[in-house]
């Protein structure tokens, strides 16, 4: 069922078995495994139905990283969290992300991907996906009459699948809405944790309408879901005791901050002929035919091999096919110039132009010499051929422990400290970008694919751009002196509260996060319920 935290008597303690805080993927994913159980289930989220603007204020934060974005324009707080707005890729972690790599310093994941395997496949109908099946070439080359666009030992072709996207917020609301054992209470903003005497114990945790109604919930359990940069939050806020904040003995909550690092152009690929033939490569997704729930993309990634050689982190290519017009247009412009005596405006950006699609125009060129085309100067016809693409680069980024998020000196409207940012990106970081296009250019010219021209602005810090993929924060470990939450994703330390979250990744693979979040949501939810059989 439904409440409103303005309804809830002022200054009422609450009882629960299980008290979730968030109302995002995680928490909507716990709450409904919880459903229908005999355990009574607090769902406790700062916003409401719909978006609010005040309530949305509440993200806002210290950003002191090389890259400028506002911390309130890269999450959603309201029901259903950042689902309201994720674009539904979906892809399991690899083999090789969940186990140590010699190029990262830090203790890998406790866990393997045999460990998570069964809720991936359950989390596939979570996320309203088809079959748990994903880098299997032969089986989608059954059901989709695929071939690969190249066949090296150094990348391989990966396939995701895409989610409706799944509104976590708008699919579940009514199971939740009907449910005699959850309680969904909205506008209930958790501002802090209070714990026993020895801080080894979560008592209560203290809860407020953004217009000043406060009240406690009282659980057995807790967990918290409030994604990658708000969960650091509350457990540094939770400091009246333990005063670095809750579960960080070790000084770890809010370290080895992560995001995927984006880079939207960072290289062209032209084609030495049309490669329309291969369109799985070049759009988003493609329906399958005899799975009619399942849409699939196709990207490329490194092989284990090409990642333990070159010391390197995952990665992952998509092929943006890109009009060869700017360029071409820029000749026109010139050319008519000319011809009519005098020299074009911005004769220079003209020219940085041509050169900076010199294949095109010499392909173009080539073909109105030889009549393959029409006249340079004349109309050119539409057409469907690929013969260039833009790489969209994506990267996992290496564990940092300078990366990190901590408490700003700025203060919210409950007067709490807000969140401060500081993403740092490495020379690791900038060494797997470098060989990422590297490796893609050398792989086209082996195979007589076309030729690759890499962008030089990946030398600067700037250049790379978020994916609003917040991790790392609360990072799963064996030993506390090397992260925040064991296996079972519990705090260290701290009996009875439970993170669940992006922020215990401990590295983040090249795939976007929703689906292994909601994997490890659904095993938590499944430890969660032997802890009170």
């Known amino acids: ?186 506008n209930a903003n958790a501002l802090e944790l209070e714990s026993s005497g020895d801080a080894d114990h979560v008592t209560q945790v203290r809860v407020a309408h953004i217009n000043g109604n406060t009240f406690w919930v009282k659980a057995k359990k807790f967990v918290l879901s409030a994604g990658g940069l708000e969960t650091p939050r509350i457990l540094l806020l939770s400091n009246k005791i333990q005063k670095k904040g809750l579960g960080n ?63 390197i982190t995952n990665f992952r290519i998509m092929l943006l096919p890109t009009p060869e017009e700017k360029g071409i247009d820029s000749v026109k412009s010139i050319i008519s110039g000319i011809k009519s005596g005098h020299i074009p405006d911005d004769l220079g950006g003209h020219i940085k132009n041509v050169l900076s699609e010199i294949d095109s125009v010499t392909n173009l060129a080539f073909k109105n010499i030889f009549h393959t085309n029409k006249n340079l100067l004349g109309a ?34 409950f007067g709490q400290n807000r969140l401060k940012l500081d993403w740092k990106i490495s020379e690791m970081d900038k060494k797997t970008a470098g060989k990422a296009l590297e490796t893609i250019a050398l792989e086209c010219g082996k195979y007589n694919l076309g030729r690759v021209r890499i962008s030089d602005s990946l030398k600067q810090d700037t250049s790379f751009e978020t994916s609003w993929h917040h991790m790392g924060t609360t990072r799963m470990s064996v030993s506390p002196t090397d992260g925040v939450v064991n296996v079972d994703c519990k705090v260290h330390g701290v009996d009875n509260l439970f993170i669940a979250s992006s922020s215990v990744f401990t590295t983040g693979g090249w795939a976007n996060p929703t689906l292994t979040i909601t994997a490890l949501s659904i095993r938590l939810a499944d430890h969660l319920k032997t802890l009170f059989s």
């Open 1 to 186: 069922m439904f409440s409103h935290s303005s309804d809830i008597r002022r200054e009422s303690v609450i009882d629960a078995d299980v008290c979730i805080i968030g109302a995002g993927c995680a928490g909507i994913t716990l709450a409904t495994e919880l459903n229908g159980s005999p355990l009574k289930v607090i769902l406790l989220e700062s916003g409401d139905l719909e978006y609010d603007e005040k309530t949305q204020s509440l993200y806002q934060g210290e950003n002191i990283s090389a890259n400028p974005l506002k911390l309130e324009d890269v999450r959603l707080r309201y029901f259903g969290g950042s689902t309201n707005h994720w674009h539904g890729m979906c892809h399991p972690l690899n083999e090789i992300d969940l186990l140590p790599r010699k190029e990262i310093a830090y203790p890998g994941w406790p866990i393997t991907l045999n460990d998570l395997t069964p809720f991936y496949v359950r989390a596939q109908k979570v996320c309203q996906l088809g079959p748990f099946v994903y880098d299997d070439e032969n089986y989608w080359r059954q059901q989709m009459n695929f071939s690969p666009l190249l066949s090296g030992n150094l990348l391989r072709t990966s396939f995701f699948q895409l989610s409706p996207p799944t509104r976590f917020g708008a699919v579940y609301r009514e199971v939740l809405k009907k449910s005699a054992n959850v309680e969904v209470i909205l």
């Open 249 to 311: 003995g070790h000084d770890l909550v809010g370290r080895y901050y992560m995001d995927h690092l984006a880079n939207l152009r960072s290289g062209t690929l032209q084609f030495i002929a049309d490669q329309s033939k291969y369109p799985w490569y070049f759009k988003l997704g493609t329906k399958v035919n005899h799975l009619p729930d399942t849409t699939v993309g196709v990207l490329l990634t490194p092989s284990t091999e090409l990642i333990k050689k070159e010391g």
């Open 380 to 413: 050119r016809e539409k057409s469907t051929a690929i013969t260039r693409a833009d790489i969209d680069l994506n990267m996992e980024q290496l564990p940092n422990r300078d990366s990190k998020v901590s408490l700003s000196g700025q203060k919210d409207v």
